[in-house]
């Protein structure tokens, strides 16, 4: 029988994490009311949580704020889709191709430190101010992440796994399917949270530099205009964006890595 408060960390129950965390939150907000009240924060450069929620609330009542949340989820869903598929691409060949590995390890190494701010004008001048400027940003951002997880997955496997598989009989077909993709794929899936991060990220950064829709552009616009509530606003929407998405991962994360022992430990748990 599952227990009605399990303690994931700490000997703390969830719900008294539930609480500490909105006493964290209930502190921000005051500490920031306050501020404001007695002049220690300039309203006009720092708003009022008042006045930021009134916003929000306004704007998620209106269908325009959506159509920019649908532009962004489909920059960040593509840039994490070619991201990921790319990186298990080049990670899978390097990771079995010791000669390739070491002739492109230092271009790879070249274009991972490339400040990926200063990518974002090169890829609008190439690719314009549409969605794909946005997805190039995000993949630049998620295929590293990907490519270097698969890549150390794949020299994770054990030698001596190897030898028996081989031993055994088995292909190199056999090989790829039944021990290099496991091992590879289990990083890929650890990484998931990071990875789709990175792809929002690139997504509103490009939106903020060059757009002309998405949460990212709502936000430079606002800013332009030195509108504080609406910048807030739009860094509050973001943020709830954020966690419905972090949320969405996780559940996916705990479905596929299911079998892991600390996985299987939740589910027998609960």
Request: no cysteine; aromatic share 12%.
């Amino acid at each position: 029988m599952a227990e009605p408060q399990r303690k994931p960390t700490g000997g703390v129950s969830r719900l008294t994490l539930l609480g500490l965390r909105l006493a964290v939150l209930v502190g921000l907000l005051a500490a920031w009311h306050l501020g404001v009240r007695w002049g220690l924060l300039d309203p006009f450069f720092f708003s009022t949580p008042e006045d930021v929620i009134a916003r929000t609330w306004t704007d998620l009542g209106h269908a325009e704020i959506y159509r920019h949340l649908w532009v962004t989820s489909v920059e960040t869903l593509l840039a994490f889709a070619t991201g990921t598929a790319g990186g298990i691409a080049l990670g899978f060949w390097l990771g079995l191709s010791p000669i390739a590995s070491q002739v492109l390890d230092p271009y790879v190494k070249a274009a991972n430190a490339l400040p990926r701010v200063v990518l974002a004008p090169i890829f609008a001048l190439w690719l314009g101010l549409g969605i794909w400027s946005k997805v190039a940003l995000g993949f630049s951002l998620v295929f590293f992440i990907v490519f270097f997880n698969v890549y150390q997955g794949i020299k994770e496997v054990s030698p001596v796994v190897l030898a028996n598989a081989r031993m055994l009989g088995a292909s190199r077909r056999q090989l790829m399917t039944a021990v290099y993709l496991p091992s590879a794929l289990s990083w890929v899936f650890s990484s998931l949270h990071t990875a789709v991060g990175f792809a929002l990220v690139g997504a509103v950064v490009g939106e903020y530099l060059g757009s002309a829709a998405g949460l990212g552009y709502r936000i430079h616009q606002a800013e332009g205009v030195f509108d504080t509530v609406g910048v807030f606003s739009g860094m509050l929407i973001l943020t709830i964006f954020v966690i419905a998405v972090d949320a969405l991962v996780s559940r996916i994360e705990a479905r596929f890595l299911v079998w892991r022992p600390e996985a299987a430990g939740r589910t027998d748990a609960a």
